[in-house]
């Protein structure tokens, strides 16, 4: 399935907020865990992720620090601020709304949404 290029854009920021406030990371681990939270739907790149990153990082949503773990080579890891909380709050609102007018614009189809048949 591909999935359209707007929509991605869209999720973005609320799925890297998401993660983040699971727990610090690097950006690997993010495009990682992106891909495996969609089932391999969305596989992002790195020219997409550290752009986003960095706009995160300016706004004060995320903050980032420098590390090499034992025997590891350096990485910079990100973790999300209080600010960045209260956007992931504002974000998932958003969402909310969307999916729930959505919803009811499938129903009012007598459609099924895509993902329960899934």
């Given at each position: 399935?591909?999935?359209?290029?707007?929509?991605?854009?869209?999720?973005?920021?609320?799925?890297?907020?998401g993660i983040?406030?699971?727990?610090?990371?690097?950006?690997?681990?993010?495009?990682?865990?992106?891909?495996?939270?969609?089932?391999?739907?969305?596989?992002?790149?790195?020219?997409?992720?550290?752009?986003?990153?960095?706009?995160?990082?300016?706004?004060?949503?995320?903050?980032?620090?420098?590390?090499?773990?034992?025997?590891?080579?350096?990485r910079?890891?990100?973790?999300?601020?209080?600010?960045?909380?209260?956007?992931?709050?504002?974000?998932?609102?958003?969402?909310?709304?969307?999916?729930?007018?959505?919803?009811?614009?499938?129903?009012?189809?007598?459609?099924?949404?895509?993902?329960?048949?899934?």
């Amino acid at each position: 399935m591909r999935i359209a290029k707007d929509l991605v854009a869209a999720s973005t920021t609320p799925l890297v907020l998401g993660i983040l406030a699971e727990g610090e990371s690097y950006g690997y681990a993010i495009l990682k865990h992106v891909a495996e939270l969609s089932g391999g739907r969305l596989e992002w790149t790195d020219g997409l992720l550290y752009p986003l990153l960095h706009r995160l990082e300016r706004l004060g949503h995320v903050e980032s620090v420098w590390r090499q773990p034992d025997g590891g080579r350096r990485r910079k890891y990100y973790r999300i601020t209080s600010s960045g909380m209260a956007e992931l709050t504002e974000q998932r609102r958003q969402w909310a709304a969307v999916v729930a007018a959505l919803e009811n614009v499938w129903t009012s189809l007598g459609a099924q949404p895509a993902w329960e048949g899934a």
